[in-house]
């Protein structure tokens, strides 16, 4: 039986995978993943969003308005060791995505504020691009639009590489409680890609009292819903993972708890582990 948050992604086509607020059961996050062949076209309006638009891999012509940006995206495969183009659009636009070579774009929203972010193209060269974690929990991590960013409402959007036979968002962590300083509520969708693609991964959503505890087996071009609850994701040997992240929730502020079961890994260890002497 497949995970009720795992979105299994169109073979072929335009359409990779759409999950809409409704869809997912939420209020904030959706999410969007196109295939564009050169000279197609997608047509779009942002309505009451914000849009962060990506080119994840090819080259697109984005027309938002009047105003035209050309030659978006120099990306053959998202594995490429370059940050990706983006342009983020405030709500009340009409949008013209033209490809001009064979293109993959994210299309990333959540509501606008009241007071409207203007439109830019987010600098690729000024993308803050980091390594998380140590040995076999090593990723790199580029923020495409981080809560440090102010041109943006309520969206977060960050992409993740993860080495074959690696963790990610491991320890496990949540942010699901609205409790500043400690913890924010954001949702999340995870869209992976995996190298080679005939690959897959593995993801596991959980909350403390496994009210919810789903495991996932994810594929090229995947997305996993993170409505609430612990999150982490593994990759097998041989396979390298990619994932698009996309947050959003009632503040623009990314604060997480990590799993106390699993902080040992950090040096915090529970009590019970080391009356075990199991570190």
Request: negative net charge; contains cysteine; charged residues 20%.
């Amino acid at each position: 039986m497949v995970s009720p948050l795992l979105v299994k992604a169109a073979p072929e086509g335009r359409e990779i995978v759409n999950i809409t607020p409704e869809r997912a059961g939420w209020t904030y996050v959706g999410f969007r993943a196109i295939r564009l062949r050169p000279g197609e076209v997608e047509a779009l309006t942002t309505g009451s969003k914000e849009l962060c638009l990506v080119v994840l891999s090819g080259t697109v012509d984005v027309r938002v308005q009047n105003e035209t940006f050309s030659a978006l995206g120099t990306r053959d495969s998202v594995f490429d060791d370059i940050s990706p183009a983006a342009v983020y659009v405030p709500p009340g636009q009409s949008v013209s995505i033209c490809a001009t070579r064979d293109a993959e774009v994210a299309l990333c929203t959540a509501p606008a504020g009241a007071q409207p972010r203007p439109l830019r193209v987010i600098d690729s060269a000024a993308m803050r691009r980091s390594v998380r974690g140590a040995g076999s929990n090593t990723r790199y991590v580029c923020d495409i639009l981080p809560h440090d960013d102010p041109g943006a409402d309520h969206l977060l959007v960050v992409e993740v590489i993860t080495p074959a036979g690696h963790s990610s968002s491991y320890p496990p962590h949540k942010h699901d409680s609205e409790t500043p300083p400690t913890e924010t509520q954001l949702e999340e969708t995870y869209y992976h890609r995996l190298n080679p693609p005939q690959g897959f991964a593995f993801q596991r959503v959980y909350t403390d009292d496994r009210s919810l505890d789903e495991a996932c087996a994810v594929e090229d071009h995947d997305v996993v819903m993170v409505p609430r609850g612990y999150h982490p994701v593994v990759a097998p040997h041989g396979y390298d993972l990619y994932y698009l992240n996309v947050m959003a929730g009632p503040n623009r502020f990314w604060v997480f708890r990590n799993d106390p079961a699993h902080e040992w890994m950090l040096g915090k260890a529970p009590a019970v582990l080391r009356q075990n002497k199991l570190i």
